[in-house]
């Protein structure tokens, strides 16, 4: 693989320095606390994508076995200089092209999914390197939290579904919500045991800078948004393969 590549562009999102990083760290702090309270028992990981390096960081202690795709060369160098302790073993490869013989307990899809070209179909590829019994955890930026849906009746935001010039920087080609996620888990072949909200956001991020709310407050809103995944900033789903794809 090239030493810079299309996805390199994008590193400078992760590098920590502008106002959305206040909502990534909540998120990607909060929901690997979500999947490892749903994962007892399990001793691999397959994480896709490195980002901020966040959720790697928490899965990296609670999985004996860690390993991570990411195919921006970029991201990687980033993450290794930030985390130059991970065990994790990291693999370059785009998630499409992906290949290995191991079967892992666990695979998370970390916000993964509005990144892609065809997001069913590489839910369908990493079928494949899933125990037939294991866990598959996905989660995606919800179009239609609560922030948004005031913004666009206020009149201040047209289309809820509008990527922002942040998403564009992300590399993000889509926003989801609970029906569309939905379909495409189904379409996939996957069938879900667990839906919910990640982070009740009411306000912007601007606006939820002001009050500089205590952390306690902060994690009220996650855990206020669990049984309200439409309201939410991001959506989590717990898969399981149907019978006849885990044969």
């Given at each position: 693989?090239?030493?810079t590549?299309a996805?390199?562009?994008?590193?400078?999102?992760?590098?920590?320095d502008?106002?959305?990083?206040?909502?990534?760290e909540?998120l990607?702090?909060?929901?690997?606390t979500?999947?490892l309270?749903?994962?007892?028992?399990?001793?691999?990981?397959?994480?896709?994508?490195?980002?901020?390096?966040?959720?790697a960081?928490?899965?990296?202690?609670?999985?004996?076995?860690?390993?991570?795709?990411?195919?921006?060369?970029?991201?990687?160098?980033?993450?290794?200089?930030?985390?130059?302790d991970?065990d994790?073993e990291?693999?370059?490869?785009?998630?499409?092209?992906?290949?290995?013989k191991e079967?892992?307990?666990?695979?998370?899809f970390?916000?993964?999914?509005?990144?892609v070209?065809d997001?069913?179909q590489?839910?369908?590829?990493?079928?494949?390197?899933?125990?037939?019994?294991?866990?598959?955890?996905?989660?995606?930026?919800?179009?239609e939290?609560?922030?948004?849906r005031?913004?666009?009746?206020?009149?201040?935001?047209?289309?809820?579904?509008?990527?922002?010039?942040?998403?564009?920087?992300?590399?993000?080609?889509r926003?989801y919500?609970?029906?569309?996620?939905?379909?495409?888990?189904?379409?996939?072949?996957?069938?879900?045991?667990?839906?919910?909200?990640?982070?009740?956001?009411?306000?912007?991020?601007r606006?939820?800078?002001m009050?500089?709310?205590?952390d306690?407050?902060?994690?009220?809103?996650?855990?206020v948004g669990?049984?309200?995944?439409e309201?939410?900033?991001?959506?989590l789903?717990?898969?399981a393969?149907?019978?006849?794809?885990a044969?």
């Amino acid at each position: 693989m090239p030493a810079t590549n299309a996805l390199d562009q994008h590193v400078r999102a992760y590098q920590g320095d502008n106002i959305y990083d206040f909502d990534n760290e909540i998120l990607l702090k909060w929901y690997p606390t979500r999947v490892l309270k749903f994962s007892e028992n399990a001793a691999s990981l397959l994480e896709l994508g490195l980002g901020h390096g966040i959720a790697a960081r928490v899965f990296g202690k609670h999985f004996g076995r860690h390993v991570i795709v990411d195919a921006s060369p970029a991201v990687i160098a980033n993450f290794n200089q930030k985390y130059s302790d991970s065990d994790a073993e990291i693999v370059e490869s785009y998630f499409e092209t992906f290949e290995s013989k191991e079967r892992f307990d666990i695979i998370v899809f970390g916000f993964v999914l509005e990144h892609v070209d065809d997001p069913v179909q590489v839910l369908e590829h990493f079928g494949q390197f899933l125990n037939p019994r294991g866990r598959m955890f996905v989660t995606v930026p919800n179009a239609e939290v609560l922030n948004r849906r005031l913004g666009h009746l206020a009149g201040m935001l047209s289309d809820m579904q509008e990527l922002s010039h942040h998403d564009r920087l992300l590399g993000h080609k889509r926003y989801y919500t609970v029906q569309t996620l939905r379909r495409d888990i189904e379409r996939a072949g996957y069938e879900i045991k667990r839906l919910e909200g990640l982070y009740l956001k009411p306000l912007s991020t601007r606006q939820m800078l002001m009050h500089d709310f205590d952390d306690r407050v902060i994690e009220a809103f996650c855990t206020v948004g669990i049984d309200y995944p439409e309201l939410s900033c991001g959506l989590l789903a717990e898969l399981a393969l149907r019978p006849s794809s885990a044969a």
